[in-house]
């Protein structure tokens, strides 16, 4: 805070002051003019009380005590702002919307940190996810001395994305026979849901790293995947392979096999033996042109 005084003539004088926020970086200012000669010592105003208050008060007395000033210069509340920092996001249709997303930090009045958890942080919004568009959201913090609003926005856009990949794929224990074996999975109702809110034509590739047993043998072709009924191997999932495709007019489509088709594990008794395999599938969804 800078304080001056400059005087106008005679026993007349101007008081200012400035006061830097730094948290809004904005100056605040005051001032009055005040005469020193017009109260005398015994006068009705010479028992002058300061009350308890939020404002800050400035008396003065002549240099000799027998003339002084008893008027007050009285400023506003000096700024503690506190404050909150907010971000812009953007989600996809039917997601969930989480409001720590867009809450950055806050302080209070004396810039502390402020946790979103903090009761003196609440916050209200019309986010609707099922439609797109733009919403707001606004963050309040509400203190001792101060109340601090801020806004963002949320921007709701359509989708293609999974909706859910079941975590894994068992397969059904197998008595070893000679020959070739599709195994098949254990949960016959394993299937996939994609969000395609877009409406976009769509398809579904997977490719499997190479299978393992316990002693970390590879086996590359032990997934695969079968289409057709008179196809007694399946097409290897060594490398990236399209497994599914979809004309874009369905929103929330599932991909799913009979128990004989799909992903299947293909046991080979020529190179393996009993034991547990494992493998990792990635999923990829792509956008068809067109």
Known sequence: MALDYVPNGGSKGTLSYKLFDESLNLVNSESIIFRYDNVKKGGPNEDHSFFPTNKVYWGFTASTGAQYEVNALSFNEIPQKAAIKT????????????????????????????????????????????????????????????????????TVVDDLSFKYVPPTIDFNDTDIHSGIQLINRKDKDWEITINNTVKKKWKLLAQASSTKDNQQTEYPNALTFKQNENDSTGISLAAQQQIASGDGNETQPTISWTENKGVLFCFDPGLMKANTYTSTITWTLEEVPG
């Not at 971000?87 to 930090?105: A, C, G, L, M, Q």
């Not at 309040?140 to 926005?153: I, M, Q």
């Open 87 to 154: 971000k812009d996001t953007t989600i996809y249709r039917v997601h969930n919307w989480d409001p720590k997303e867009n809450f950055v930090s806050a302080t209070d009045e004396e810039k502390n940190p402020v946790s979103f958890d903090d009761p003196r942080i609440s916050y209200e919004h019309n986010i609707d996810t099922n439609k797109p568009g733009v919403y707001k959201v606004t963050y309040t913090y509400k203190g001792k001395t101060d109340k601090v609003d801020k806004d963002a926005t949320v």
